[in-house]
């Protein structure tokens, strides 16, 4: 890695990890960052759930005062993560790379949709006083589903996580943000433990991520409730059609 790319590398890694902190879709950011610099997909994907770890602690730590009061519902969702994120990552390490490839594109997509869509969502949500779900199983097992794509492609993770736990649990957008980050977090842990053992990784870029996120989340957490959505929406949804074009290219 040159040192022009490690610095485009570090910051993709900021941005990212301010992302991910408020709205939940930094992976769009580094890993197209990661396949332009020629990675490949599923080395590109495990470089990057590592990298990210930091900045997610880093805003689970700046959004500290909206967990108080949550310990006992997080410790469950905590669990549910745990096992999703295991499955995601024994996943991605079980199925030929190629599944991934031919898969990347349509979760990229995917994701973009979401994040796209994430506004009016989020006003229907806000608007309703209903929450069919806010107890029993369903919970859990929508958070353990979320884990498992984020274990296996994260991507867009923070989105749909965030998305379901106001689907599902009656409480202020902000609090359950805060959760998301803690939930994240583990996830991309969980994942990394397992990525460690036999995935192929790029600790030069691991290290570059992981400096920049930290920074990122502290941004996030800090001023990064200020930013226009409409600016952030921008930059994710020009990464993530980057990303599909970078897989198209490398498929060919």
């Keep these: 890695m040159t040192p022009a790319q490690a610095i485009a590398t570090t910051l993709a890694g ?13 992976t769009l950011i580094t890993f197209p960052t990661l396949l332009a610099l020629g990675y490949p997909p ?4 495990v470089s990057n759930t590592l990298g990210l770890i930091p900045g997610s602690l880093s805003g689970a730590y ?10 006992m519902r997080l410790t469950r969702l905590v669990v549910a993560s745990l096992l999703g994120g295991t499955l995601g990552g024994l996943l991605l390490l ?12 349509v979760l990229v997509t995917a994701a973009l949709v979401l994040v796209v869509i994430q506004p009016r969502t989020a006003r229907r949500m806000a608007a309703s006083d209903r929450h069919h779900y806010g107890t029993g ?3 859990a097992l929508a958070v353990a589903g979320c884990g498992a794509y984020g274990g296996y492609f994260g991507a867009a993770q923070g989105v749909l996580l965030i998305a379901t736990l106001s689907l599902c649990l009656p409480d202020d957008l902000q609090r359950l943000n805060a959760m ?19 995935a192929p990784i790029a600790w030069p870029a691991v290290g570059c991520i992981a ?8 941004i996030g957490a800090g001023i990064g409730r200020r930013l226009p959505p409409a600016v952030l929406r921008s930059v994710i949804v020009t990464a993530g059609l980057t990303a599909i074009a970078n897989l198209v290219l490398i498929r060919k």
Excluded: D, W
């Design 14 to 26: 900021v941005a990212a990890g301010a992302i991910n902190t408020v709205v939940g879709s930094g």
């Design 42 to 45: 599923v080395t590109a994907n």
């Design 62 to 71: 700046g959004y500290r005062s909206e967990l108080a009061g949550q310990r």
């Design 94 to 105: 079980t199925l030929p790379a190629s599944v991934f490839s031919a898969a990347v594109p």
């Design 137 to 139: 199983p369903v919970p």
């Design 180 to 198: 998301k980050n803690v939930l994240v977090g583990l996830v991309n842990l969980t994942a990394a433990i397992i990525f460690l053992a036999a």
């Design 211 to 218: 400096i920049g996120s930290l920074l990122g989340g502290h």
